[in-house]
């Protein structure tokens, strides 16, 4: 017995869309309890994806201390007025800014062998099912997981 995708899928699947902003993507994964979440266009099919390390990049320790130079430059030593340091601080980025474009997907007949091939190949954590070139569900490696534990073997 071969099991699939389709078998271990997750279903309907939380998505965002392209113009999505990071907080509204933020919420949707913290309400989730999910790590990312894919970006579809209009007509259903995969734009990208954003993780949560995605959303993270901009606070890491050498973007502040590249953001801190710029302003730096910027003031020339003047004190900038709080309202444009305000505005800076705000982020106005959307799904589509920080999205992973190139997006490892599989078909709904990937089997188990082939679904752990490509996570461990290309270091995901997930994989999402398309139909048609349209997103029908994701795999994660918790899916993965759980199907080898009911069905031993299987990878083999």
Request: aromatic share 4%.
């Amino acid at each position: 017995m071969t099991i699939t995708a389709a078998e271990i899928m997750t279903t309907p699947v939380a998505s965002v869309a392209p113009e999505a902003t990071i907080a509204e993507v933020a919420s949707l994964l913290a309400s989730k309890r999910i790590s990312a979440v894919p970006v579809c266009n209009p007509d259903g099919s995969m734009a990208g994806i954003v993780s949560e390390s995605d959303i993270l990049k901009p606070f890491r320790e050498s973007a502040r201390a590249r953001r801190d130079w710029w302003l730096g430059a910027v003031a020339e030593g003047e004190e900038l007025h709080q309202d444009f340091l305000d505005y800076l601080r705000q982020d106005t980025r959307a799904a589509a800014d920080v999205m992973v474009r190139h997006v490892i997907a599989v078909e709904e007949d990937a089997t188990l062998p082939r679904l752990a091939e490509l996570m461990i190949k290309h270091g995901v954590k997930r994989l999402p099912v398309l139909r048609d070139g349209r997103l029908v569900g994701i795999v994660s490696r918790s899916d993965l997981v759980a199907a080898v534990a009911k069905a031993p073997g299987m990878l083999v």
